[in-house]
Each structure stands twice: as C-alpha cells, then as structure tokens.
C-alpha cells in the first residue's frame, strides 16, 4: 500500500500562486509502477481530477486549470508537485494526492490510494 503525505497548501489572493507537494512512501521508484497526480473536493461539490503524470513525465490535465498548473515529478524523492499559478476563487478546495498503478486516471473509484488532503483556499 503507498502513503502518500501532502504539503503545501494554504491561503492566497486571486491571482496568486502555491505549490503543493507529495511524498510518497510504501515503495522504492514509485514510478516504476504508479503514477502519481492530484484530484481536489471543493464544499458541497464532488472530487475532481486535476492533473497526473506517469513515468515518461508525459502530464494530463483537466481543461478547467490547463495553462494555469503545472505538475512535476521528482522521481528520485518520490515526490509530485503541483505549481498553481494565477489561482481563482472557484480553485477553492481541498487538494488530494492521489496514485494508481500503472496508468493516471481523472476517475475518482480508480484511485488506489489517496493521501489526508491540503487545504488551497483562495480569495478575492
């Protein structure tokens, strides 16, 4: 089972930028085997796929932050972040790393493993 810890949240104006970031344990070369990535569940509102990425580094969004996040991998530590840039209101959520074996996924009941969550709160 991969544990996966989450940093990085926390409260910005529109328009203002964090990075999150996801450890993940339970398994050497993580990527060798999962892809890791970030889904968010903004109050009253269903869990979203934001964005993933694989062992080729190749990135899948979801067009609502497209242009907007970046998601990187530190194979080495890993890690996966997520640079959030020009943030609005409605990015409002909590943020999950999230990891599923062998190929990313934007579907909520086909993640294998789900970290505790970072709060992203944004401002007007």
């Known amino acids: 089972q991969v544990q996966l810890v989450e940093s990085g949240g926390g409260s910005v104006q529109a328009g203002g930028s964090l990075r999150l970031s996801c450890v993940a344990s339970g398994y050497d070369r993580i990527y060798s085997r999962y892809c890791l990535g970030w889904f968010r569940q903004a109050p009253g509102k269903e869990r979203e796929g934001v964005a993933g990425i694989c062992y080729s580094g190749s990135a899948l969004y979801a067009d609502s932050v497209k242009g907007r996040f970046a998601i990187s991998k530190e194979s080495a530590k890993n890690t996966v972040n997520l640079e959030m840039n020009n943030l609005k209101v409605d990015d409002t959520a909590m943020y999950y790393c999230?990891?599923?074996?062998?190929?990313?996924?934007?579907?909520?009941?086909?993640?294998?493993?789900w970290g505790q969550g970072t709060q992203v709160t944004v401002s007007p």
């Open positions: 999230a990891a599923n074996e062998a190929y990313w996924t934007m579907v909520v009941e086909h993640v294998d493993s």
